[in-house]
C-alpha cells in the first residue's frame, strides 16, 4: 500500500463486466476508491437488446444502461467515458490514456471485452455493410431496416439471427447466409437448428445453409449491392450485416506481457499472472472449478458472475469461480434458454415436440446431464440448472416421461441409464 489513505481501483472497459464488478463493489461497501475508464461514450450497459428490442425500437436508449448515471455521480467513484486505455505500465502501475492523462492503480482490472470478427473479403470496406456490437451499430442497422429492403445476413449464429427476427417484422427482406450445415451450430445440438431453421422459414426469412460469401459487389456511390457466394452467383442486397463471432479484446493485455491465448488467462479467482490485476468477462480464458478445462464465454451470466467473482478476490474473500454457465436467446415468440454447455455430448434427449413449440433438449455424457436447451419451456431450464450443477445421472426414458414432474427429478437419487 502507497502512503494514500485509499488504493485506487482502476476498472478498464465499460461494458457489462465493469458495470456489474461497480455495482457488486457498490453493494458491499468497497472502500478503496474506483476509477472506471470506457472508451465507449455511454455508462455500463447491456447488448442484448442491440440485436433485439432496441434495435426494434422498441425501448429506448436509458432502458439498456445497467444504472442510471446518478447512481454513479453518487457513489464517490469515478466513470471515464469516452477514454481509451492504450498502455499498461506494470513497474510503475500506471496508465496512459487516449486523452493523454495517465492513472496510478494499486489494484487493475481488465474487461475488455471483445471485438467483432472481421469478413475478410474483397469488397468488404463498401457502405452498406454493418457490423454489430454497440449502440452506435444497432442504431445505424435500425436506420436500414426499411419495409421493402434487402438485408443480407452473413452468419447464422444467435445475433445474425435475432437480428433476422427484428428485421423481417419490420418489412425488410431478409436472406441469411450460413456456411456450417446448420444454423447456431457452435452453441447447440441439431434439433434446436432445425426448429430455428422452420422457425425463420415460415416467417419469410431465405435461410440457406452451406452458403460461403466470397466478396461483396459494389452499386453507386461505394455502396454494396451484392453479396457474392462461392459457387458464383450473387445475392442482391441494399444493407449486409456480417455477423461471424467476436474475438477476445487482448491487445491491452498482451502489450503489458499477460500471457494471453484466446483471451487474457485468469485463475478461478480472475487474477492474472501478475497480483495486482485481474481479468473478467468475454476478454478472458478463464479457470471455472465447475469444468476440468479452462473456458472462453460469451454470455452475460459469465460477466456479471466473473464480476462478482472478482469482487469478493479485491476484497479479500477468495470466493472461487464456480457458476454453470448459461445463455439465452430471443427470437420471434421463442424464447431458447441454454444451461451448461453441451459439446461433448454423447446422448440427447428431447422432452416434448418441437410442434408443440415448448420443448427441451437434455444433453448427457455417460450418463449425466451436461447441458439443457430449453424452447419456451423455463422450467426445462430451472430444473436443467440444477441437474447439471449436480452432474445429475438420470434415465433418458425418465427425462423425456411427460406424466413425470421435471421438478421431482432434481431431488430423486442418481439413476443409471
Ligand atoms: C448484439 C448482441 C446481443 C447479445 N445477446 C446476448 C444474449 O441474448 N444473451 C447473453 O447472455 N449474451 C448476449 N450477448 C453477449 C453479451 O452482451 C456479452 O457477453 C457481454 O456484454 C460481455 O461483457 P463484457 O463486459 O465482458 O464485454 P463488453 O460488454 O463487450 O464490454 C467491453 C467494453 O470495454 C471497452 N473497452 C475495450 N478496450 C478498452 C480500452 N482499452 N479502454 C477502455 N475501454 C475499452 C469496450 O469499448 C466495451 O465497451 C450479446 C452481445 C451482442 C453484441
Redesign the pocket.
Known amino acids: 500500500m502507497t502512503n494514500k489513505q485509499k488504493e485506487t481501483t482502476v476498472i ?7 458495470g456489474a464488478l461497480l455495482t457488486t463493489l457498490l453493494q458491499k461497501n468497497y472502500q478503496q476508491e474506483v476509477v472506471l ?4 461514450p455511454h455508462p455500463p450497459y447491456q ?2 437488446p ?2 433485439k428490442d432496441y434495435l426494434a425500437g422498441e425501448v429506448d436508449q436509458a432502458s439498456l444502461y445497467l444504472k442510471p448515471c446518478s447512481v454513479y455521480e453518487n457513489s464517490g467513484h469515478q466513470l471515464r467515458l469516452g477514454v ?2 492504450k498502455e499498461i505500465d506494470r513497474d510503475n502501475k500506471t496508465i496512459t490514456l487516449s486523452d493523454h492523462g495517465t492513472l496510478q492503480y494499486d489494484r487493475l482490472v481488465l ?4 471485438q467483432v470478427r472481421r469478413l475478410n473479403a474483397p469488397g468488404a470496406d463498401l457502405k452498406g455493410i454493418h457490423y ?2 454497440d449502440i452506435a451499430d444497432s442504431d445505424a442497422l435500425h436506420e436500414e431496416l426499411v419495409p421493402g429492403k434487402r438485408l443480407v445476413i452473413v452468419g447464422g449464429g444467435y ?1 445474425g439471427l435475432e437480428v433476422a427476427a427484428s428485421a423481417i417484422k419490420k418489412g425488410v427482406h431478409v436472406t441469411v447466409l450460413e456456411a456450417a450445415e446448420r444454423l447456431m451450430q457452435r452453441v447447440t445440438g441439431p434439433e434446436i437448428s432445425a426448429f430455428f431453421y422452420d422457425k425463420h422459414r415460415s416467417a419469410g426469412v431465405d435461410v440457406r445453409l452451406n452458403t460461403a460469401v466470397t466478396g461483396f459487389e459494389a452499386g453507386d456511390q461505394g455502396h454494396v449491392a451484392g453479396v457474392t457466394l462461392g459457387e458464383g452467383s450473387t445475392i442482391p442486397a441494399d444493407t449486409v450485416l456480417v455477423s461471424i463471432g467476436i474475438i477476445p ?1 487482448t491487445a ?1 493485455a498482451e502489450a503489458a506481457g499477460l500471457p494471453c491465448d484466446d483471451g487474457i488467462i485468469v485463475d478461478e479467482f480472475t487474477r492474472t499472472e501478475d497480483p495486482a490485476i485481474l481479468a473478467i ?3 478472458t480464458q478463464h479457470r471455472n472449478l465447475f469444468f476440468t478445462n479452462r473456458q472462453r464465454l ?4 459469465n ?1 456479471v458472475d466473473q464480476a462478482r467473482t472478482a469482487a469478493a478476490t479485491l476484497m479479500g474473500e477468495e470466493k472461487p469461480y464456480d457458476s454453470v454457465p448459461w ?3 430471443n427470437q420471434y415468440d421463442v424464447r431458447l434458454q441454454m444451461v451448461g454447455l453441451s459439446q461433448n455430448h454423447d446422448q440427447r434427449v428431447i422432452r416434448g415436440s418441437p410442434l408443440d413449440k415448448a420443448f427441451a433438449v437434455f444433453y448427457l455424457r455417460k450418463g449425466c446431464v451436461i447441458a439443457v436447451d430449453a424452447i419456451n419451456l423455463p422450467i426445462a431450464f430451472m430444473v436443467g440448472k440444477a441437474l447439471v450443477r449436480q452432474h445429475k445421472k438420470i434415465s433418458p426414458e425418465l427425462l423425456k416421461d411427460p406424466d413425470i414432474e421435471l421438478k421431482s427429478l432434481v431431488s430423486s437419487p442418481q439413476t443409471s441409464s
Open positions: 478498464v472497459g465499460g461494458g457489462h463486466a465493469a475508464v470506457g472508451e465507449e447488448r442484448p442491440l440485436s481509451r486505455a474487461a475488455t471485452g471483445s454489430l456490437h445475433i479484446e491491452l468477462g468475454d476478454c460469451e454470455s452475460v451470466a460477466a445463455f439465452w436467446s
